[in-house]
């Protein structure tokens, strides 16, 4: 794997141990999604940057997936995983949005199907 790649996974790791702690209290379900978020993210630019696709400067996780399909068709399997993830990225550290503790656990399931997912992608299983 690419050095870039493998830096984007270790970001990536940190944001789903994150997600998993803060969900251990019922008091920090915006940051529960937001990195379940972020980890879901960092994952798919891990992979576009190993197959030397440059990801762009977004959070919108189903314009990354359709990059990382346009490499990999089998990626349309997480969609629907990114399209509920999606709505939990920069704009959820504001206020107006309002998550409980029942999406944020949903958003942290979510995040580790595409982190298995992409990790398989990555040769890294069992890592």
Not at 5 to 28: G, H, M, P, Q
Not at 94 to 102: A, E, V, W
Request: with cysteine.
């Amino acid at each position: 794997m690419k050095e870039l790649a493998n830096d984007w996974v270790e970001r990536a790791e940190e944001d789903y141990r994150v997600s998993k702690i803060v969900l251990r209290t019922d008091d920090f379900a915006s940051s529960g999604a937001f990195h379940a978020h972020q980890c879901a993210e960092k994952y798919l630019k891990a992979f576009l940057v190993n197959a030397d696709v440059p990801p762009p400067k977004t959070h919108n996780l189903r314009e990354l997936n359709s990059m990382c399909a346009e490499v990999d068709p089998e990626f349309w399997e997480i969609d629907e995983s990114l399209h509920f993830l999606n709505p939990f990225s920069t704009a959820s550290r504001y206020p107006g949005m309002r998550i409980n503790i029942q999406d944020a656990r949903e958003a942290v399931k979510h995040a580790e199907k595409v982190r298995d997912f992409v990790k398989r992608k990555l040769g890294l299983e069992g890592v």
